[in-house]
């Protein structure tokens, strides 16, 4: 499993937050297999071989902080 905290993701990362479009786009998606797809699919344009679990992991993490962060 990849680390996310890894540079390349991270540069992945930031790629997408620093594209509107893009960043639109995944933001849209509504289905979880959806964006995993198209998530492997952008990290493969750039080079990065992201695995389905690396992108769940991601995944979680994120909705982890955003209910972190969202506590009243």
Do not use: C
Request: proline share 4%; glycine share 2%.
């Amino acid at each position: 499993m990849a680390d996310i905290s890894d540079p390349a993701f991270q540069a992945l990362r930031q790629s997408i937050h620093d594209t509107p479009s893009l960043h639109e786009y995944l933001f849209n998606l509504t289905d979880p297999d959806d964006f995993i797809a198209a998530a492997r699919q952008l990290a493969s344009i750039h080079g990065h071989d992201l695995k389905e679990e690396d992108v769940r992991q991601s995944m979680h993490a994120g909705r982890k902080a955003w209910i972190e962060r969202n506590r009243t």
